[in-house]
T-cell receptor, first 115, second 116 residues
Framework: AQSVTQLDSHVSVSEGTPVLLRCNYSSSYSPSLFWYVQHPNKGLQLLLKYTSAATLVKGINGFEAEFKKSETSFHLTKPSAHMSDAAEYFCVVSAITGGGNKLTFGTGTQLKVEL | DGGITQSPKYLFRKEGQNVTLSCEQNLNHDAMYWYRQDPGQGLRLIYYSQIVNDFQKGDIAEGYSVSREKKESFPLTVTSAQKNPTAFYLC???????????????FGQGTRLTVV
């Protein structure tokens, strides 16, 4: 079985300050991990993915995430928040199940960026 | 342009009616997925298909049905048996997986279904 826990449902930061969105995962198989972003009433856009090549993954728009196997974590960070970063962010784990290759989503973190 | 098209963007139906949501992709992807999104619950998997003419139930399949007669199409029917069908529905596709776990999913823009 696999699961994802996003530890904060809402995060609020000031523009120009760092962003940290936390994600822990559980998987009985070596997983692949993804972060997606969703703007209101839109589909999801891939920010970055971990595929076992490197533990520190760089994505679009200045985001990055570090895979820590010992902590089963894949936290998303950005050094300096921008107003356009305000959106909902989803951590996703992918692993083979009996019926195929499933993607399991966390419940999401709503990021608010204030002036 | 390659991508996933969901239609319509907004859909209104009366309670007790079946309704079918369209999802088409021209990315030549083998795998396709349907998710339901409700506030505060993230995305929950309804059905997925790894290959044409085959599909699997996800975590919340009750009250839904799908077909996969063509590689590019994966329509979702919300039946009258679905107790709370009002939600935002997202379709996704993914390159043929098999043993590969690192392919990302591409999403459509979603269909917001309201049942009155």
């Amino acid at each position: 079985a696999q699961s994802v826990t996003q530890l904060d449902s809402h995060v609020s930061v000031s523009e120009g300050t760092p962003v940290l969105l936390r994600c822990n995962y559980s998987s009985s198989y070596s997983p692949s991990l993804f972060w997606y972003v969703q703007h209101p009433n839109k589909g999801l856009q891939l920010l970055l993915k971990y595929t076992s090549a490197a533990t520190l993954v760089k994505g679009i728009n200045g985001f990055e995430a570090e895979f820590k196997k010992s902590e089963t974590s894949f936290h998303l960070t950005k050094p300096s928040a921008h107003m356009s970063d305000a959106a909902e962010y989803f951590c996703v784990v992918s692993a083979i199940t009996g019926g195929g290759n499933k993607l399991t989503f966390g419940t999401g973190t709503q990021l608010k960026v204030e002036l | 342009d390659g991508g996933i098209t969901q239609s319509p963007k907004y859909l209104f139906r009366k309670e007790g009616q079946n309704v079918t949501l369209s999802c088409e992709q021209n990315l030549n992807h083998d795998a396709m997925y349907w998710y339901r999104q409700d506030p505060g619950q993230g995305l929950r998997l309804i059905y997925y298909s790894q290959i044409v003419n085959d599909f699997q139930k996800g975590d919340i399949a009750e009250g839904y049905s799908v077909s996969r007669e063509k590689k590019e199409s994966f329509p979702l029917t919300v039946t009258s048996a679905q107790k709370n069908p009002t939600a935002f529905y997202l379709c996704a596709s993914r390159q043929g997986t098999g043993g590969r776990l690192n392919t990302e999913a591409f999403f459509g823009q979603g269909t917001r279904l309201t049942v009155v």
